[in-house]
């Protein structure tokens, strides 16, 4: 598995799991829903300089989202 494919899998789980909304998140990221949509399907990278944001809309480590476990 790849890393932007570990990357998505990983924040959609914690997405479900604290029962968020993608939405929400997308606009905490300032990031485009439908652009945060395409990320989380692998149809769009996850570009590295989000990835900060991301972890913090989530309330999460970064390293969080890297697990392959």
Do not use: H, W, Y
Request: net charge positive; proline share 1%.
């Amino acid at each position: 598995m790849n890393t932007q494919s570990i990357l998505s899998k990983n924040i959609r789980r914690i997405i479900d799991e604290k029962g968020l909304k993608q939405k929400a998140i997308a606009q905490e990221c300032r990031i485009n829903e439908k652009a945060f949509s395409n990320m989380l399907c692998n149809r769009q990278e996850i570009r590295t300089d989000n990835l900060p944001l991301i972890a913090k809309a989530l309330d999460v480590d970064i390293s969080e989202l890297f697990k392959t476990d």
